[in-house]
């Protein structure tokens, strides 16, 4: 079975710096997806980036970026120039494929992030 | 399009009763799927649906069952509700191509919070 482990309950962070969120993940499935789910107090579940298993290239999406190791199942997310509007609950999540479209989450980090 | 939509947003119930959760889409997406979050947990998957007539269950089933007799609507039906159900509930759609491969993007709902006293 894939498990999905955040380590980091919470995480706080300056306006305007850099912050990274960890993520790990076990799976024997070498075909695979891994997002970062974004979850601001109204509770809507916005997508903020995704990384296909079989590609080398981290994924990027303008401020937001991952740090993918396949071989250590490491995924982290870098939130680059941290604004207000980026204080939320982070979940990372993970889709094999052929499956369903299964998302399996993981506990979540909730990141703060003051003026 | 108002994309996925949930109803009721909010509902208090008392051990034993029952209550249908709804969940509709407008974008003819064929895959459907229910999720559960506790307080400080991520989302958890009850059970989904690949097509109109064809459910099948997730990670924590147990207490609920659903039915999808359109490809829009795919309700969440709970029974005689235990205090173990107190959760945020989401519904989430997609579009898988043929093969399953493909990956598409899950579009949420707003979710329902229950609380079960």
């Known amino acids: 079975a894939q498990t999905v482990t955040q380590s980091q309950p919470e995480m706080s962070v300056q306006e305007a710096e850099t912050v990274t969120l960890s993520c790990t993940y076990d799976?024997?499935?070498?075909?695979?997806?891994l997002f970062w789910y974004k979850q601001p107090p109204s509770r809507q579940m916005i997508l903020v980036i995704r990384?296909?298993?079989?590609?080398?290239q981290n994924a990027t999406e303008n401020r937001f970026s991952v740090n993918f190791q396949k071989a250590a199942k490491s995924f982290s997310l870098k939130i680059s120039d941290s604004q207000l509007g980026d204080t939320a609950m982070y979940f990372c999540?993970?889709?094999?494929?052929?499956?369903?479209?299964?998302?399996?989450f993981g506990q979540g980090t909730e990141l703060s992030v003051k003026p | 399009n108002a994309g996925v939509t949930q109803t009721p947003k909010f509902r208090i119930l008392k051990i034993g009763q029952s209550m249908t959760l709804q969940c509709a889409q407008d974008?003819?997406?064929?895959?459907m799927y229910w999720y559960r979050q506790d307080p400080g947990m991520g989302l958890k998957l009850i059970y989904y649906?690949?097509?109109?007539?064809?459910?099948d269950k997730g990670e924590v089933p147990n207490g609920y069952n659903v039915s999808r007799s359109t490809t829009e609507d795919f309700p969440l039906r709970l029974e005689l509700a235990a205090p173990s159900q107190t959760s945020v509930y989401f519904c989430?759609?997609?579009?898988?191509?043929?093969?399953?491969?493909?990956?598409?993007?899950?579009?949420f709902g707003p979710g329902t919070r229950l609380t079960v006293l």
């Open positions: 989430a759609s997609s579009y898988m191509g043929p093969g399953g491969a493909k990956y598409n993007e899950q579009f």
């Open positions: 799976t024997s499935e070498s075909n695979y997806y």
């Open positions: 990384q296909e298993a079989y590609k080398q």
């Open positions: 999540a993970f889709m094999t494929y052929n499956q369903g479209g299964k998302l399996i």
């Open positions: 974008m003819n997406h064929n895959y």
């Open positions: 649906s690949v097509g109109a007539g064809i459910t």
